[in-house]
């Protein structure tokens, strides 16, 4: 008889550690699955397409901080284009003007104002003169914030009898400021300052 409650007591002690082994297996095993959905959501999440031309092209999302020096570079590009591209029409040169200022702050504005009161505009127009850049190179400081940029253009005057080409150097600081239509990368510069503007070929 006590043999007998001896072999039920041990059939239940090993229903019981089976009993355990198999809730701690199924709580790892729905732990694990969850793990991958939320890996497997995540992955989703990343995944972007975009209809081009009638076709869906997939893309991947990207957090900032791992593509933010192309981000500026192409940042500062754009308000060079917009400041320094420009063609003898009144109109052509206030759309430029105004896309560069929503890139930068007062800094630029002054620096609109100086080369207005100066005739510079005006001047433009007068001799026809269309006036485009090229960015050779940027520099980045990203280890500061706001973050240092020093950018190295060349400048092409293109008048009626020749074209005069000016290497042009300027520097800045950026800070993160709300991306929008007119500010699609988020930055805004500031200090913007020109340190160097001259002649390369001379007519």
Request: net charge positive.
């Amino acid at each position: 008889m006590f043999t007998q409650f001896k072999n039920i007591d041990t059939a239940f002690s090993h229903i019981k550690r089976f009993s355990i082994f198999l809730m701690l297996f199924c709580a790892g095993l729905s732990g694990f699955a969850i793990y991958k959905s939320y890996e497997g959501i995540k992955a989703a999440q990343a995944r972007i397409y975009i209809l081009a031309n009638g076709k869906a092209i997939e893309v991947f999302a990207a957090e900032r901080k791992d593509n933010i020096g192309v981000e500026i570079r192409d940042h500062v590009k754009m308000f060079h284009h917009y400041f320094f591209t420009l063609d003898p029409d009144e109109k052509v040169i206030q759309r430029n003007i105004a896309g560069a200022l929503n890139l930068a702050d007062q800094s630029a504005k002054k620096a609109y104002d100086n080369l207005k009161e100066q005739g510079f505009y005006s001047n433009l127009m007068a001799g026809n003169i269309s006036q485009e850049i090229h960015i050779d190179s940027t520099q980045l400081d990203l280890n500061q914030y706001p973050f240092y940029f020093r950018c190295y253009a060349t400048q092409k005057l293109v008048r009626s009898s020749f074209t005069v080409l000016r290497k042009l150097v300027t520097q800045g600081y950026l800070r993160n400021v709300s991306r929008s239509d007119n500010n699609p990368h988020g930055f805004l510069i500031l200090k913007w300052e020109t340190i160097s503007n001259q002649d390369l070929i001379k007519p």
